[in-house]
């Protein structure tokens, strides 16, 4: 993971930046998640571009190896639920555009390979592969709803 070895590069160079890495996994996970920008856009200045959820993975991810025992080390299930609500919301106003036979049409059931890897994620404490499988659930809910416009529309 580049953003990884990236920020341990930081880190090793800057003990500011360390010390700002530890304090936001000794508070909690929201707060080390709501800094990755500042660690983002540092990297930024060193010439290191990366997603804002690159960042934030491989933040989360440094905090369980390096920082086991603090609050951002352990699965968050807030982290979890505004990742998992934003999703849902996403779903739920396309959902909303559907009509009365397109609902009838709908058929959600390729989620649920997607809803077994972010469970097995949550119990591995991996943000990474459930932010990944998340991005998988919303996706099929999506390609079902545009299955269900297809067929709800031909009906």
Known sequence: MKARAALITLFKESQEWWHFFKRGCESNTLRLVTQSWQFRDE???????????????ALLRLAREVLPITLAA???????HRLCRDALSRLAEDYGRLAVEERDA???SGQDVW??????AGLANDPAAFR??????????LEALNRARVKGGAA
Request: aromatic share 10%.
């Open 43 to 57: 990297l930024r200045d060193r010439d290191h571009k990366f997603s804002a959820n690159e960042v934030e993975d």
């Open 106 to 108: 709908l058929d959600l």
């Open 115 to 120: 809803d077994q890897r972010m469970h097995t």
């Open 132 to 141: 990944t499988s998340l991005k998988g659930w919303e996706r099929a809910g």
């Open 74 to 80: 352990q699965w968050d299930p807030e982290w979890a």
